[in-house]
């Protein structure tokens, strides 16, 4: 699990880490997940973070920007709202 400022990107904090299809800006942690709760990681899960962020990504300030934003979705009215 990666926890970091949900804020980081509208703060202008730089862009950090390709965390699947996001990029995950400003500082963050990795930490190990036991139903609802954080936990510590197993030695398995800790070596494998280490491999996986030894390294710094470039990430663009531009990138970190297009990825920004929301979308609305509008429904259709139910029966007799409008």
């Not at 926890?3 to 390709?18: D, T, Y």
């Not at 398995?44 to 491999?51: G, L, N, P, V």
């Amino acid at each position: 699990m990666v926890v970091g400022n949900e804020e980081a990107k509208l703060r202008g904090m730089p862009g950090n880490r390709h965390i699947g299809d996001i990029i995950m800006a400003g500082p963050f942690s990795v930490c190990g997940e036991a139903y609802e709760d954080f936990c510590s990681l197993t030695d398995e899960e800790a070596a494998s973070a280490k491999i996986r962020f030894a390294e710094p990504e470039e990430i663009s300030q531009a990138e970190v920007e297009a990825e920004m934003g929301f979308t609305i979705y509008y429904a259709e009215p139910m029966g007799g709202l409008s």
